[in-house]
């Protein structure tokens, strides 16, 4: 025990140092992120993660967008742990057969207008579970999905264009219903 115990810590940590991320184009992701906001909402973006079922390699990810390298919140962006707080339910992970209700639920109790985010493979069509008796597939076959941001896991500066790509979408939407 002790051996092992020594032979870890001169062994320094095992984890490589994060890869290089160009703080210029965060900066701008963030930017057009939050001008896409205001038309839609104008406020900010509340984010409710429900996780269906997934290994954990989307929530890490996840994890990074929160964190200081990319910090969502500065550009209004933040995680609610209700529904009924929520404007987007981004979802990671197959849908398993046990979690249909509660996430139908949490469609249910998210107030217009809401999105619905699939992130990662598995989220997107049921990954390396797909058919498996314990899974129905993707999001897509319980709610209706706006958007599909794939990878395994996808990358922090993914996820950040996805979600810009959505409000960037919605505002160019609601701009065209409200000239009519």
Same mark, same amino acid.
């Given at each position: 025990?002790?051996?092992?115990?020594?032979?870890?810590?001169?062994?320094?940590?095992?984890?490589?140092?994060?890869?290089?991320?160009?703080?210029?184009?965060?900066?701008?992701?963030?930017?057009?992120?939050?001008?896409?906001?205001?038309?839609?909402?104008?406020?900010?973006?509340?984010?409710?993660?429900?996780? &269906?079922?997934?290994?954990?390699?989307?929530?890490?990810?996840?994890?990074?967008?929160?964190?200081?390298?990319? !910090?969502?919140?500065?550009? &209004?962006?933040?995680?609610?742990? +209700?529904?009924?707080?929520?404007?987007?339910?981004?979802?990671? &992970?197959?849908?398993?057969?046990?979690?249909? /209700?509660?996430?139908?639920?949490?469609?249910?109790?998210?107030? !217009?207008?809401?999105?619905?985010?699939?992130?990662?493979?598995?989220?997107?069509?049921?990954?390396?579970?797909?058919?498996?008796?314990?899974?129905? &597939?993707?999001?897509?076959? +319980?709610?209706?999905? !706006?958007?599909?941001?794939?990878?395994?896991?996808?990358?922090?500066?993914?996820?950040?264009?996805?979600?810009?790509?959505?409000?960037?979408?919605?505002?160019?939407? /609601?701009?065209?219903?409200?000239?009519?």
């Amino acid at each position: 025990m002790w051996r092992l115990l020594a032979r870890t810590l001169l062994a320094g940590p095992v984890a490589g140092p994060p890869a290089p991320t160009d703080q210029e184009t965060v900066h701008s992701l963030g930017g057009r992120l939050n001008a896409a906001m205001q038309p839609g909402l104008g406020r900010s973006l509340a984010i409710l993660h429900v996780d &269906g079922g997934s290994c954990g390699g989307c929530e890490i990810e996840l994890r990074a967008v929160r964190r200081a390298v990319y !910090d969502l919140q500065r550009f &209004g962006v933040s995680f609610v742990s +209700t529904p009924r707080h929520a404007d987007v339910l981004l979802v990671t &992970g197959p849908v398993t057969r046990n979690l249909v /209700e509660a996430l139908e639920q949490a469609h249910a109790a998210t107030p !217009d207008p809401k999105f619905v985010v699939a992130v990662g493979d598995c989220a997107v069509d049921g990954g390396v579970f797909k058919g498996s008796y314990a899974v129905t &597939g993707g999001v897509g076959a +319980t709610l209706p999905v !706006d958007l599909l941001i794939g990878g395994c896991p996808p990358t922090p500066d993914r996820i950040l264009a996805g979600l810009r790509a959505l409000l960037e979408a919605n505002a160019r939407r /609601e701009a065209t219903v409200s000239s009519r």
